[in-house]
Every structure is written in C-alpha cells, then in structure tokens.
C-alpha cells in the first residue's frame, strides 16, 4: 500500500484550519499564471475574481488531500477497521483502490484497475465534493 498527498485531518476545525491557510498560495498562483497568460491590469482586475481564486484555493486543497493506494485486500483489511461511513465508487471486481478518509468518520473509496494517477486524482475530487465542499462552503 502506498499513501500520497500531505493532507488528512482528524477534526473539521483543523481541515477548515489548513483551507483558510491555502488561500494566499493560491492568490500567488492565480497572480503568477495570471502574469505568465500576459493579462494587463484591467484584464486581470475584470477577469481574476474572488471565485476564480476560490477555485485556485478549492483545487490546491484537493490536490494535496492524503490518498493511500492499495490492492483490493489492502482496502478490505483497512475497511474493516475504520469505524466510518465509505462511500465506494467504480466495480467491487477491480483489484485496486484509492481511498480517503475525512474528519468525521466519513470517507471516499474508488475502484481502478490501471491508471493510478487518474484514480488519485479522480478520488481528490470526489473526497472534495463529498467531503468538504459543505464543510468548507463559509470559510
């Protein structure tokens, strides 16, 4: 089993925490593509809005959300000790799985069979939509 990203979170408070501190990095990266797409002043000011930078920080938290990546019997043995709803998505026939485990005893799961770093990726954005997007929504 492998684990990739940096981010897991035992509390809501604490992956609220780690999203409000995302913000200015993704305000620096909104800014630098921004300079390298060669946007004068006002193109950036009409065309770089709070929500294009929401999205630049929403984005940067999934991506570096904590994934472990394993064989189907891997996940088995993990479900079997997480005391937590899993939502599983994909065909429970696959060999592979990536899974995330949320604050709150709330996870995601996805099947693959081959491409590892669509499924990651894929799984990222579901753990968002399901698992933070609410919870995060006010910060």
Avoid: C
């Avoid at 509390?11 to 797409?37: F, H, L, N």
């Amino acid at each position: 089993m492998d684990t990739v990203g940096t981010l897991s979170f035992e509390s809501a408070a604490e992956a609220r925490d780690r999203y409000e501190s995302i913000g200015p990095a993704a305000q620096t990266v909104v800014r630098e593509v921004a300079k390298a797409m060669e946007f004068d002043r006002e193109e950036y000011d009409e065309r770089v809005t709070g929500a294009v930078v929401e999205t630049a920080r929403d984005a940067l938290f999934a991506s570096l959300l904590e994934v472990r990546v394993g064989s189907r019997e891997e996940y088995d043995d993990w479900r079997e000790t997480y005391d937590g709803e899993v939502t599983e998505v994909g065909n429970e026939n696959v060999e592979r799985v990536v899974w995330h485990a949320g604050p709150d005893g709330a996870a995601v799961a996805a099947t693959f069979q081959n491409k590892t770093d669509a499924a990651i990726a894929t799984l990222r954005r579901q753990a968002f939509g399901r698992l933070y997007r609410d919870l995060l929504e006010d910060s």
